[in-house]
């Protein structure tokens, strides 16, 4: 085969890949046609790997057909000397109708007003020229009146569904194999080509990025990064919806967050919106999965700062805000999974969130009654009269009418009344003061209602309102000691609330059905440590209920799965003392219960109990591990393990080893004291699962399910 026969195949092939983009392709055939009000120069931009050269391409070939002559130039060899240029387009000067087409144009990105201003107007007649960049155009192109009619920006965005898979159609990948890759790739046509390079690794396998991928498209999607504290930058845009620099400050500290943040701003890959900084779709996906891949335990430690910033963000907004914040904070949960994947980050400008007002009381009413029946409704109807600021209506815009409502109750002390009218109250009362009774300036906190019509609880944007208002209330709520929400469907909310640490307590007869009660105790897992801990991508969740007391360690306080995440919450958080004052070890046999300065004496267990692993060979590799990581405070694990002398998977293997001979060291001491009496839903010497059963006749106790091993926050 003849080189012409390839150059013509190849681009033909190309051609043939080239999927979706018809408006620009459009201008550009307007262009090459000589139509009288086509623009004489396009400036084709956009991140890398959007598909800016594939345009060129097509220009270059359009350009061939119609028997232009065609001037291709690469910024990549001008090293922004105008001389350079001149030299190599200046066929363009010479032949009337030249195509040139100026590639990767933001390697010469400081010639554009040399060029602007005095080169391109030495073109010959009806030349026309294609700019590609990943950087915008400069805004003098459009405020030059005259440039403003011969100029057209064309801002290349992300590929659609439909047109992702059909690029992959076009690659030979099967239809079963799309869905995964299209998730992944956000459109980026880059990210798309390279994860069908890579097939699943088995037939019917689940599709993940591998090593190669990953570093392929952090090359060729963000390039080259000034210093390491960028990289901690674009490792927070990733993870979080939107980046604000009060963010980037909590997250990275004070290490030059102002610069930083504007150097963001200038990325081709990042938009500023007025919300805040948002990478493209497939920048966001590659950073998270490299980042995974690469460092899971500073992924996870990533994930669990901005958390925790989203839980100050939403603490501190004002009332209008707070719903936003709450789904901001979602947004960390969004490929977790959930019963139909209800939880999401997504705004619903099309329903508002109000109070309860007087008119719409027969609504609502009327409301619980079709949906729960005639005692349920009699239920509301009580609490409506109690506690009327309980409620929240939601409404579809320009309608006044309620769609769904709500209710979250405050209670901190039983009345009769309060019995008598709502069945699954007085079973909460009755569970609370048999297993964990307030204390002073203690109260509860219970998600009553949750109700709207047609299919009832089934998940949907009223739903999810009524969750976000119930994770803010959760947030912003201070002196909560116990927590409580109420589904009808349990078969569909069981597992997402187990994996938040809410197992179902009991089940309640109402009226002839059943309403089931999940519980938490917050005594035992501050909301501060539990939005960190839910963030974590490799954590089993704790459930805070009385029937994992059995698996306690000394002292019988903390389950062990909830002690063995309070140790490596510890270690992570070894240089910011200031979360030790949450730690859930200090209510384990760890601190004594007199102690003046409870997080000295858990720090210094902590050191004693590293100190005692040196009894043998392997016990000084661990000291060794966990001292070089926490203590000393190395900068990665990659550092740790240059640190130590070691090849890095010698050293994770160690480390993993080494928390594990930690933990056994700590549980294994012995406690200093009697045992504290700490009111919790979880201290197996104040209630056995056997009385939970006999709490009130109305009452059916169901066993609380096991929590899953999945991280999602649900």
């Not at 159609?169 to 799309?178: L, T």
């Not at 099309?350 to 009699?378: F, K, N, Q, Y």
């Not at 200090?586 to 210094?604: C, I, K, T």
Request: aromatic share 6%; hydrophobic share 40%.
């Amino acid at each position: 085969m003849g080189a012409a026969g390839l150059a013509g195949r190849l681009a033909q092939a190309r051609a043939g890949a080239l999927v979706g983009r018809e408006p620009e392709r459009a201008v550009l055939d307007r262009m090459l046609s000589g139509a009288a009000d086509a623009p004489l120069v396009a400036y084709v931009h956009g991140p890398g790997g959007i598909g800016k050269s594939s345009l060129v391409r097509y220009a270059a070939r359009q350009a061939e057909l119609t028997g232009r002559r065609v001037v291709h130039v690469d910024g990549r060899f001008l090293d922004a000397d105008p001389r350079r240029l001149e030299e190599l387009a200046a066929p363009a000067c010479a032949e009337p109708g030249a195509v040139l087409l100026i590639d990767t144009f933001e390697q010469c990105q400081p010639l554009e007003a040399w060029l602007r201003e005095t080169y391109l107007l030495r073109l010959a007649d009806h030349a026309i020229v294609v700019l590609a960049s990943r950087v915008a155009p400069d805004a003098e192109w459009s405020l030059d009146p005259g440039w403003a009619q011969l100029f057209t920006a064309l801002a290349v965005r992300p590929l659609d569904a439909a047109q992702s898979h059909a690029l992959l159609a076009a690659r030979g990948v099967p239809a079963e194999q799309r869905g995964a890759f299209v998730a992944f790739a956000g459109g980026s046509p880059l990210a798309l080509s390279l994860a069908a390079s890579v097939p699943p690794a088995a037939p019917g396998a689940p599709w993940e990025p591998t090593g190669d991928v990953l570093t392929t498209l952090v090359e060729r999607l963000v390039g080259d990064l000034p210093s390491a504290v960028h990289r901690r930058a674009l490792e927070v845009v990733a993870q979080a919806y939107v980046t604000r620099e009060p963010l980037l400050r909590t997250v990275l500290g004070d290490e030059d967050t102002d610069t930083v943040f504007s150097w963001l701003r200038q990325l081709p890959y990042i938009e500023a919106t007025p919300e805040g900084l948002h990478p493209h779709d497939a920048v966001r996906a590659t950073l998270e999965a490299d980042l995974r891949w690469r460092d899971p335990e500073r992924y996870d430690d990533v994930r669990a700062r901005i958390s925790l910033a989203g839980l100050q963000a939403v603490r501190g907004a004002v009332e209008e805000d707070a719903l936003l914040r709450v789904a901001e904070w979602m947004f960390l949960f969004r490929n977790q999974g959930g019963p139909d994947d209800l939880y999401n980050y997504r705004t619903h400008p099309h329903i508002e969130d109000t109070p309860l007002r007087p008119e719409d009381v027969p609504g609502v009413l009327r409301m619980a009654e079709e949906a729960e029946g005639p005692a349920s409704a009699a239920a509301v109807a009580h609490w409506v009269r109690r506690q009327p600021e309980a409620f929240r209506v939601h409404r579809y815009a320009g309608s006044s009418a309620p769609a769904s409502f709500m209710a979250i109750l405050r209670l901190d002390a039983p009345l009769p009344e309060d019995r008598a009218e709502d069945p699954v109250i007085a079973a909460v009362w009755d569970l609370v003061e048999s297993a964990a009774p307030l204390g002073p300036g203690e109260h509860l906190g219970i998600r009553r209602f949750a109700v709207q019509p047609g299919g009832h609880q089934r998940p949907s944007p009223l739903m999810e309102l009524t969750s976000r208002r119930t994770i803010g209330e959760e947030m912003r709520t201070h002196g909560r000691a116990v927590t409580f929400t109420v589904f009808e469907d349990a078969e569909r909310w069981g597992r997402y609330l187990a994996e938040a640490g809410m197992p179902e307590v009991a089940a309640v007869d109402v009226g002839g059905r059943q309403q089931h009660v999940f519980g938490r105790d917050w005594r035992r897992q501050p909301v501060e440590q539990w939005v960190q801990h839910r963030a974590r991508a490799a954590v089993t969740p704790v459930a805070i209920w009385p029937a994992t007391a059995s698996a306690s360690g000394p002292g019988d306080q903390l389950p062990r799965a909830a002690f063995e995440e309070g140790v490596l919450e510890a270690l992570r958080t070894w240089h910011t003392p200031r979360e030790f004052a949450t730690s859930v070890l200090l209510h384990s046999h760890l601190v004594p219960p007199s102690s003046p300065d409870p997080v000295a004496d858990l720090r210094g267990a902590i050191i004693t109990a590293l100190d005692a692993l040196q009894i043998d060979p392997a016990g000084v590799k661990a000291h060794e591990a966990l001292t070089a990581t926490y203590i000393a405070a190395s900068r990665t694990h990659k550092a740790a393990a240059r640190r130590l002398g070691v090849p890095y998977g010698t050293y994770r293997r160690h480390l993993a080893l080494a928390k594990e001979r930690l933990i056994e060291q700590l549980l294994r001491r012995q406690p200093r004291h009697p045992h504290r009496p700490h009111r919790t839903l979880c201290r197996r010497s104040e209630v056995s699962a056997e009385p939970l059963g006999k709490t009130v006749s109305a009452v059916t106790s169901t066993p609380p399910r096991p929590p899953s091993a999945s991280p999602n926050y649900r």
